[in-house]
């Protein structure tokens, strides 16, 4: 027990340092940190804004254009108010919460029970941590909200702020935000902000399948924000109210689902391999459980400094979705396979990944702390993002050595070279030495230095961020070096 607690001490430790290192090298802020921040909201600065594109943008071209049979489409946030009604996000996208009188602090009633479950778990008794997550599991089922309060006071659970166990009764909590379109408040104006990108796909099913003249199978993909009034907003980035989805959904003929989920359940797991997740650090949770609308659902975990949690998630959702349009729009999503001669509601394999969470874990993954020898003796630590160089901020940076002397235009001209092929940074003030740390903490793979040297015989030096290794090296031998390491090429080739 002494030794879990020790463990979790310094993972909490490493999240802690890697939240840190996001804000104070530029990658993600609290959003509105002036006036003390928005809870469970944050923005992406300078850096992170970067290798967020490049993950959205790695992402769109893995499923669109190594995948002949997907296509793209960006649909509005806002949406016509039925379309929630016949997702069910309306009448059940709710979670169980519950306040503290005392410290007026409000709780995930599911949550404060899996964190008593997990106590269990670490004094040495995974079955009554079971036990426990049986009997929640039955009540949650049963919708029984009394009987979870009940459990709460039961197992004796406290208010982490106040100590006491002053509970209110247990409510379902809708996690949609609402508003108002128009000037007139009434009912029927309450719009929704999307809890998921996936139901723009849905309703813009037959628009995309005639326009494109597309044949089952066939998907659609889309990256957008999706917004969650979630209780606990918690971990970072990790759980948030304003998020960004990565969804596809693929269109198939009934009986053939499984089939697909299996291979986009193949395809999802290569991306995240590629990208340089270690395979370690993934592993699959198969859904027990299924919600009303699936015949299969599985998530794929990474493995965060807090633990495996669910980072995407792979789900069979049978004809649900446009069986349910359909039902409320009074238009038929009905698809005629000209194949098997038969007419239909496609069935559904999704693939919904978080690009925050995804950012997340390469960034966790990234993350490194190495301790040496300095040249005067002295024990020193060396963080840098080791993240693959295709998706770092930036890949080249470029320093003259002194600002005089001819250096700055033999740089600028190196920097001319290179910017339109790498994303490539100049800088020249600043000592090299802190030039190299500062490239080391935004995890640039490759800094080119021009000297006298340079003036003279066209070579620069070339230092490798990983091994901090560095080469001498013909100014027109830079391109074809470094290229091969950030081609997108070469990395789509391993998600194929
Ligand atoms: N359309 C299916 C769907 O929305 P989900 O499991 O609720 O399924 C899919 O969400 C993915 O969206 C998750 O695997 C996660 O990566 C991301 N996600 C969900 N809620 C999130 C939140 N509050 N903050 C950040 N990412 C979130």
């Not at 027990?1 to 890697?18: C, D, G, P």
Request: hydrophobic share 35%.
């Amino acid at each position: 027990m002494a030794q879990n607690k020790e463990k979790n001490t310094v993972e909490n430790n490493l999240f802690q340092h890697i939240i840190s290192h996001a804000k104070e090298y530029g990658f993600v802020f609290p959003s509105s940190e002036i006036y003390e921040g928005l809870q469970g909201v944050y923005d992406y600065g300078q850096n992170g804004v970067e290798l967020k594109n490049n993950l959205k943008m790695l992402w769109w071209k893995a499923m669109t254009q190594l995948n002949e049979d997907v296509v793209g489409i960006d649909a509005a946030i806002f949406m016509h108010p039925t379309t929630w009604k016949a997702s069910g996000h309306v009448d059940s996208f709710n979670d169980p919460m519950i306040d503290n009188k005392d410290s007026k602090k409000r709780y995930r009633a599911d949550v404060l029970i899996e964190e008593k479950a997990e106590e269990y778990a670490k004094a040495g008794n995974p079955e009554k941590k079971q036990a426990l997550l049986d009997t929640l599991a039955r009540l949650l089922e049963k919708e029984d909200l009394a009987g979870v309060q009940q459990l709460i006071i039961d197992e004796n659970i406290t208010c982490p702020l106040s100590g006491t166990k002053n509970w209110t009764e247990v409510r379902q909590f809708n996690l949609m935000f609402a508003t108002q379109m128009g000037s007139v408040a009434d009912e029927s104006a309450t719009i929704y902000l999307r809890p998921e990108t996936a139901q723009g796909i849905f309703v813009n099913f037959l628009n995309v399948q005639k326009t494109s003249g597309r044949q089952i199978p066939f998907g659609i993909a889309q990256i957008g924000k999706a917004f969650r009034n979630e209780i606990v907003a918690r971990q970072f980035i990790f759980r948030m109210r304003e998020f960004e989805q990565m969804e596809m959904q693929f269109f198939v003929r009934p009986n053939t689902e499984m089939e697909w989920y299996e291979y986009w359940k193949e395809k999802r797991m290569k991306f995240h391999k590629a990208i340089g997740l270690p395979e370690e650090k993934l592993r699959w949770h198969i859904h027990e459980k299924l919600a009303h609308y699936a015949n299969a659902a599985v998530d794929i975990e990474y493995e965060f400094p807090f633990g495996f949690k669910e980072m995407e998630g792979i789900h069979s959702r049978t004809d649900f979705d446009l069986k349910s349009h359909q039902e409320y729009s009074k238009n038929k999503q009905i698809y005629y396979d000209d194949e098997i001669k038969d007419r239909y509601i496609p069935y559904v394999v999704e693939t919904s990944v978080g690009a925050d969470r995804l950012f997340l874990a390469v960034l966790c993954n990234a993350y490194t702390e190495t301790t040496g020898i300095d040249a005067k003796g002295e024990e020193k630590t060396r963080i840098f993002l080791k993240l693959h160089p295709a998706i770092a901020p930036y890949q080249v940076a470029i320093f003259p050595l002194l600002r005089k002397q001819g250096l700055p235009e033999k740089a600028r001209e190196v920097f001319e070279m290179l910017r339109f092929d790498f994303r490539t940074l100049y800088e020249e003030r600043g000592a090299i030495g802190k030039n190299y740390t500062r490239q080391d903490l935004i995890g640039t793979p490759f800094c080119i230095t021009i000297d006298h040297q340079t003036l003279e015989d066209n070579t620069v030096t070339l230092r490798h961020r990983d091994t901090t290794e560095q080469q001498r090296i013909d100014i027109n031998a830079l391109h074809a070096t470094i290229a091969p390491h950030t081609s997108w090429s070469n990395l789509l080739a391993k998600m194929k």
